[in-house]
């Protein structure tokens, strides 16, 4: 490579702007690709925008709600029916109670031996107590199990009510401190002795410290469970939901695909569900293209209409000298210019609004266009060097990108010297930025807004309409595009444009 080839390779390296070297930088970093996004939209989205998620967290909460549920129940009767099996020892302790029980001479209530050897050693843990009832709730103590000592089983101001009423039966509750300090389950039975006028109060009690263990050691197996239980359930959930919406995805992606030009209509099977959906899309794609053709046969008739005519007037008034045929020439090419600079804006706007699926390569169409132009000037020597990703394409029909990138090269090759730079690259997803730049006069700042606006000539005496860079900002404006024109590292002007790109 000589010297001025290399200069002129670097100053092309270097002609992007700072807006599209961020843009290829944040591309290269930690920024995802498009693909990943998607997937991740579609996953892990806003509940209220993802139904995937909805539908995962829905399931997940009616799951994990019920487990809990489960959990606590199952807890629950477990404990019950522990505290059960209690109940029935102490009851058969309390029939024991009873039948052991004499009355003295003195009216006075004798309990004698009892089978249980527990209740016989001192704070072993399992007790009983006969009292009688006194006033306002109060029991007076007749007799205790050698194991409470001068210990009393711990009791309400209400059971002697709640005795009277269920008299004979027995209710049983929880004691959390008992003789040692321990937690007691103890039951408690009014009953009438023979020989003996006053009722008396049968309280026997068990140290139910093994059961709260047991029961917490089965809360926490049974949580331990249902957690992995719901784990389980929940990731089912998951690919049942991912399994089942899948179809939607492939549609969606194929849509995509259309959109962005990679294919023309959906062509993939899906369930009978989806089917009539996809079969609809294509149907409205197909009506899109024939509202675009007819749209586009509309203005050629138009365009064939109206040209006609005034080409007929401009001929007629050409062979006539004088002052009203001047006048008819010079109105009637005015009336071309705008017939020309209106018809291409309707096609524009058709063709941006309606145009699915076009996708068209930069790099071909600056090839074309730099070779033709170097062609046209080339008594001038203009040398025009383009630098454009192979991959990168526009998302748009091809002959609009070759009416604004030949406006704007044809432009740059009329002013400059000998030299016109052009780089294009992407800037962000689903955009593209390109730099036009030649090493002319350039354009003084207070004359570039005037510079787009349409018939807009800065210099009579170079030929052209001064339509040019009015229909590239037209065009790109079509496009939801950009154009921003500024002052050239190489002399002249700039020109930045900002168009849609088509992915992948």
């Not at 029916?81 to 004499?102: C, F, P, Q």
């Not at 389980?232 to 030009?261: K, S, T, W």
């Not at 045929?325 to 009336?335: A, E, G, H």
């Not at 600056?366 to 008594?379: G, H, I, S, T």
Request: hydrophobic share 40%; charged share 25%.
């Amino acid at each position: 490579m000589t010297e001025a080839e290399a200069s002129t390779q670097g100053e092309i390296d270097s002609g992007l702007d700072s807006r599209l070297d961020s843009g290829l930088d944040s591309r290269a970093g930690s920024a995802p690709s498009s693909a990943a996004r998607r997937e991740w939209g579609r996953w892990f989205g806003r509940p209220g925008r993802s139904l995937t998620r909805r539908l995962i967290w829905l399931a997940a909460a009616w799951i994990l709600i019920g487990l809990a549920v489960a959990a606590v129940v199952l807890t629950a009767v477990f404990q019950e029916s522990a505290l059960r099996r209690l109940g029935n020892t102490l009851g058969d302790t309390i029939d024991e109670a009873v039948v052991a029980s004499v009355i003295t001479p003195e009216g006075e209530v004798f309990v004698g031996e009892i089978q249980d050897a527990r209740t016989q050693r001192l704070l072993s843990g399992k007790y009983w107590m006969v009292a009688e009832p006194g006033p306002r709730g109060a029991l007076h103590v007749l007799a205790r199990s050698a194991s409470l000592g001068n210990a009393d089983l711990e009791y309400g101001y209400d059971l002697a009510d709640r005795l009277r009423a269920a008299f004979g039966q027995t209710i049983s509750y929880n004691a959390e401190d008992g003789p040692k300090g321990e937690p007691l389950r103890i039951a408690a039975s009014m009953k009438q002795l023979p020989d003996r006028r006053q009722p008396v109060v049968f309280f026997a009690g068990i140290d139910r410290s093994d059961v709260d263990a047991d029961t917490r050691q089965f809360a926490t197996v049974t949580w331990i469970a249902m957690l992995l239980l719901g784990a389980g359930l929940v990731a089912a959930v998951f690919i049942q939901v991912r399994v089942g919406l899948r179809p939607l995805f492939d549609l969606g992606d194929e849509i995509a695909n259309v959109r962005q030009g990679r294919s023309h209509r959906i062509e993939g099977g899906y369930p009978l569900e989806i089917q009539p959906l996809a079969e609809q899309v294509n149907r409205l794609l197909a009506h899109n293209q024939e509202t675009v053709e007819r749209q586009r046969t509309h203005v050629g008739n138009l365009a064939h209409a109206l040209k006609t005519p005034l080409a007929v007037m401009l001929a007629e008034a050409g062979t006539t000298p004088g002052v009203l045929p001047d006048m008819v020439r010079k109105q009637t090419r005015v009336m071309q210019d705008q017939v020309d600079h209106h018809l291409r804006r309707a096609r524009a706007a058709a063709r941006a609004a309606h145009g699915l699926g076009e996708r068209t390569d930069v790099s071909e169409v600056l090839d074309e266009l730099a070779v033709m132009l170097e062609r046209v000037f080339e008594e001038k020597g203009v040398e025009i060097d383009w630098r454009a990703p192979d991959d990168l394409a526009f998302l748009g029909e091809r002959q609009d990108l070759q009416e604004i990138f030949g406006n704007l090269l044809e432009n740059a090759a009329k002013w400059c010297r000998r030299r016109v730079r052009v780089s294009a690259g992407p800037s962000m997803p689903g955009q593209l930025i390109a730099v036009v730049e030649d090493d002319g006069p350039g354009l003084p700042a207070d004359q570039r807004d005037t510079a787009l606006k349409r018939g807009t000539r800065m210099d009579e005496d170079t030929p052209g309409t001064g339509l040019g860079l009015s229909i590239v900002d037209e065009l790109t404006r079509a496009y939801g595009g950009r154009v921003t024109l500024s002052d050239s590292s190489l002399g002249g002007l700039k020109v930045v444009l900002e168009l849609p790109a088509a992915e992948g």
